[in-house]
């Protein structure tokens, strides 16, 4: 059984900075295309970026382009979202998904395996 594993939410003024990161307990995940989603108060889940299985595609939601990157660390087992200049939009639960396919997806369905989500707080 795999579990994602998210640390890195917290609260924080509009502008500053958070990194989350994202790791699965039990097997690696290394061939596997990642993502993070989050979801706002009364508000669907929705896509924020994903990356490539192979770590060399990324793909961004519009809203976070230029201040949000994405990243893994295979030899870590670990993936990355580094938030710059956050917004209080950006207030969500934060999830980091795991599918098993070739390139991202903004869809919550091709993704297997989910966390339980990280609270970020952006205060004005």
Known sequence: QVELVESGGGSVQAGGSLR?????????LY????????RAPGKEREFVAGIRRNGVGTLYADSVKGRFTISRDNAKNTMYLQMNNLKPEDTAVYYCAAGDIATMSTSTSPYEYWGQGTQVTVSS
């Open 20 to 28: 989350l990161s994202c790791a699965p307990s039990g097997r690696p």
């Open 31 to 38: 061939g596997f295309s990642k993502a993070w989603f989050r």
